[in-house]
């Protein structure tokens, strides 16, 4: 099976994957005298940072997505198929789909990210749900929404309690931006609107077994996270390691149960599947481990980027940052642009232009080079950066409006209760 997009001579390129690295590659290779087929699961590219706010009501999935094909529609190389990459034969270089198709390549980018990952305990994954996708965002937010409205029917004390227990486990930064963003929906959106319950009661617990939240940011900026989410009511519990997760809630290793109806997971990630069929060295995390050039050792016309990749730097390796993706992204299609031989390549040098974590409204931290911010200043940089790097101007500016109208009017208009496929919720729709 062919690409299909051009001149049967030209090189043939297959990217796996529409998240940043598939994207800016495929971007850069707009002029290039190549054929390009993007293959990804879902049909969007989906803007990863913001995905909390999907998950608390503050944003709608669509405001923070963009149809793949209308990214591409300019790029007459370039073709887009919906489906999922089973397996790579990298002797024949070719790619299998999902449904039985094959794939011939000349150039393979692996940019398929990673998924939640619940070191071992599988079983856990039914109770804390994790936030990697769309779906689990809106599962996130109908759990979330459903325990104020079952909290509002009940009568014992006791269950009340539990339902306004959430539990957020894993301190970087989706568990502190889902735990503040809880706090924050409990303490203000949703006040005044129960007359059985106050929401501002609700008991956020962020559980992390490191003895800091934020590790991958200085300590200073730690702490001060640390501070802004105690403002907004966050109960820390660092040191302590889950021992277990059921529908009642918690375990920690001591042997102490924090009863809790919704718990998120939000402790870790892991490269998927397809790491382990190429045959290659990986990771602990199942990463491919690269080289210099981002290219699988002995296969120089076969990179891996973004999250499926770990690419070390003085022995330490990238962190899986959409910004890492997008340059490693610009830089393959480079490479492959100009068809550049292994022995000619410059390493890949990723410039680190800054980390930042947002907890609420107006509190953020941010480190850039040597400054660090935090508070009001750390949640404006926070807001530019994200506006500017999403995809498309009506995103852009539906995002700026909605994010305006929140932060004056303390409501969020995206608080749908949707329900499971089998299952009826206890309330449909939640309206302002």
Known sequence: MGSGTG??????????????????????????????????????HLFQPLLY?????????????????????????????????TAVDLARRQV??????????????????????????????????????????????????????????????????????????????????????????????????????????????LVDSGDR??????????????????????????????ADIDGGGVVLADGQRIAASTVLWAAGVRATRLCESLGVPTDRGGRVVVGRDCALPGHPQVFAIGDMACHT????????LCPVAMQQGSYVGDIIAREVPPERRTPFEYVDRGSMATIGRSRAIAWIGDTELHGYPAWLAWLVIHLVQLIGFRNRFVVLVTWAWSYFSYKRGARLITERKGEKSLVRVSRQ
């Open 53 to 85: 706010q999907v998950a608390m009501a503050g944003l709608s999935p669509a405001e923070i997505a963009a149809p793949i094909r209308s990214v591409l529609r300019s790029q007459r190389n370039a073709r887009v198929l919906l489906g999922e990459v």
């Open 313 to 320: 730097v003085d022995g330490q390796a990238l962190p899986g």
């Open 96 to 205: 299998s789909l999902d449904d039985g198709a094959t794939l011939d390549f000349d150039w393979l980018v692996l940019a398929a990210g990673a998924k939640t990952t619940y070191f071992g305990h599988d079983a856990w994954e039914q109770v804390a749900a994790g936030l990697k996708t769309v779906e689990d965002a809106l599962e996130i937010r109908r759990r979330v929404l459903l325990a104020f409205e079952r909290a509002e029917r009940a009568g014992d004390p006791g269950e009340v309690e539990r339902l306004l227990t959430f539990v957020v486990v894993g301190g970087g930064p989706t568990g502190v931006e889902l735990a503040g963003a809880i706090a924050e929906l409990a303490h203000t959106v949703l006040a005044n609107e129960f007359r059985h319950i106050d929401p501002e009661r609700a008991k956020v617990v």
């Open 7 to 44: 001149a049967a001579d030209r090189p043939r390129v297959v990217i796996v994957g529409g998240g940043f690295g598939g994207l800016w590659c495929a971007r850069r290779l707009a002029a290039a005298a190549v054929d390009i087929v993007l293959v990804d699961r879902t049909n969007h």
């Open 213 to 242: 939240i934020l590790t991958g940011f200085p300590a200073t900026l730690s702490h001060s996270a640390a501070d802004q989410l105690a403002e907004l009511g966050v109960h820390l519990r660092l040191g302590a390691r889950v």
